[in-house]
């Protein structure tokens, strides 16, 4: 069973899946578009939640949402399946295959054994396409790498049902049906206009830009509250979750504004364009964010910053976050 399917390389796995299952049906859309309309870009920070004992802290919306608002967007019909039996979630995959339809799926990054041992960690929210088999084993359109891999079923048995948070449960999802015209300016303000509201406008503090202050607060009492391991632990997951998971640095921020730029392109707005360049500015502060607290998890001497002064930083960037969503959603149509 194998479907003719054309890989493309891209920074981050759910919006490059989104873009690959698409141009895979004639629809020829961007990753940074299908972020942007997507509304991928996000804050997050949940200290109540741990995972493997460290609070947990997201730059962008919860694992599914990309392509599911995508195609909400574009008028485009799906199918997504989550299973509570391996046998059954196996038997979909392979009757879809058998019918040439490429599927995407959530997996389990440390079971995907094409990946080399390095790169492999709990994580189970990556984004994939199986678009065949061949002599049992299945063909692999990942994202993020170069060129197609395989893996075996019992792998990907293990990488459909990871256990931890969060639990794929086998989902797969892919395209039934696409209309014969699409509205891309308006998927580009709708997806806006969420971000901006998921972004400015949650009452609590463990989402949006209120999440990048309570993260700041939280910093600078780290060594108060913590031991020098946990303080390392917690600050490397943070760079990690921003600069490995963030795929592209900065938290997706460059992600975003290279939609924006698009955008800007697409509906002839030149504010989005000019928004752009101060959100890629944004971008380059979250890097040096993650450059002074990994010189802290290092107790590197030149140029330390203490926990104060990376608190700063954070609370700088999320005024600067705060009044760019404010101008985002001001802009005129």
Known sequence: MTTPFQHHQHAHCESGVTANLLQHNGIQLSEPMAFGIGAGIFFGHLPFVKVSGIPGTTFRIW???IFKRVTQRLGIKIHTEKFDSEAKAMEALDTALSQNIPVGMITGVYYLD????????????????????????????????????????????????????????????????????????KGIKDGIKQTCFFMSSPPVPWFGVNAIHLLAKKIEQYPKKLTPRQCTLYLGNIIRMQEEIGTGGGGFRFLYAAFLQEAAQHTGNNELGTLSERYTAIGDQWRHFAYSAARICKARNSDLVSYTELSKLLHDIGDKEKQFFKDLKKVSW
Do not use: Q
């Open 63 to 65: 694992p599914g949402y």
């Open 114 to 185: 094409y990946l080399p041992e390095a790169f492999r960690f709990h994580f189970n929210a990556h984004n994939l396409v199986i678009y065949g088999k061949e002599n049992d084993r299945y063909l692999v359109s990942d994202p993020v790498l170069e060129a197609t891999a395989t893996i075996g079923p019992e792998a990907l048995v293990r990488a459909r049902f990871a256990r931890g948070m969060p639990e794929p449960k086998g989902k797969m999802y892919y395209i039934k049906e696409v209309p014969g015209s699409i509205d891309l300016a």
